[in-house]
């Protein structure tokens, strides 16, 4: 199965800052890459996929990018409702796995 | 607008089956997977399974042994089926669509918490 690490497993900011997530896999994926968005309570929501397109809604301050077996997901400025934890999924072949998570926190 | 419905009971005694559903409602079922994912509380997302509208099936090898996936198209709906479930079974079951092209679970259920106890 391919292994998928994501970094760092929690962080704390402030609104307003940048903040970036690292998701590294196992073995090449291309660029079948996703993000996902979970709020405490509630399902997750579909951010990036293909390393880089934005979902459909999902505001512009969201970003991806990919480096070989190397996936970033970027918010440009945090916002109150940005807190939650976020997870990369890579869907290149199955099992499909998903990163242990970020928990991003008020700062 | 998409929308998923898991629905199934809540809860359980060890050694019993799971049978869970997922009601699509406001398009067609063509042509996508049906992902199954659950999570312990507190703890990250698992990929149980898919099924696609053919019917054919992928299993996390974890599971497979326990595990059968199916659809009926005619009702634009999913199941799973878990047999022998144990306290490990308990978490949030959601279900996911995936476009057969892009990959991605664009579309969740609500999901379900199933419990496992005597």
């Known amino acids: 199965d391919i292994q998928m690490t994501q970094s760092p497993s929690s962080l704390s900011a402030s609104v307003g800052d940048r903040v970036t997530i690292s998701c590294r896999a196992s073995q090449s994926i291309s660029i079948f890459l996703n993000w996902y968005q979970q709020r405490p309570g509630s399902a997750p929501k579909l951010l990036i996929y293909?390393?880089?397109t934005l979902q459909s809604g999902v505001p512009s301050r969201f970003s991806g990018s990919a480096s070989g077996t190397d996936f970033t997901l970027t918010i440009s400025s945090l916002q109150p409702e940005d807190f939650a934890t976020y997870y990369c999924?890579?869907?290149?072949?199955?099992?499909?796995?998903f990163g242990q998570g970020t928990r991003v926190e008020i700062k | 607008q998409v929308q998923l419905q898991e629905s199934g009971p809540g809860l359980l005694k060890p050694s019993e089956t799971l049978s869970l559903t997922c009601t699509v409602s406001g398009g067609s079922i063509s042509s996508y997977y049906c992902s199954w994912i659950r999570q312990p509380a507190g703890k990250g997302l698992e990929w149980i399974g898919r099924?696609?509208?053919?019917?054919?099936?992928n299993y996390n090898s974890s599971l497979k042994s326990r595990l059968t996936m199916s659809v009926d198209t005619s009702k634009n709906l999913f199941s799973l089926k878990l047999i022998s479930v144990t306290a490990a079974d308990t978490a949030v079951y959601y279900c996911?669509?995936?476009?057969?092209?892009?990959?991605?679970?664009?579309?969740w259920g609500q999901g379900i918490l199933v419990t496992v106890s005597s």
């Open positions: 996911a669509r995936e476009p057969t092209v892009s990959r991605q679970l664009d579309y």
């Open positions: 099924v696609y509208t053919s019917g054919s099936t």
């Open positions: 293909g390393a880089s």
């Open positions: 999924q890579q869907s290149y072949t199955t099992p499909r796995t």
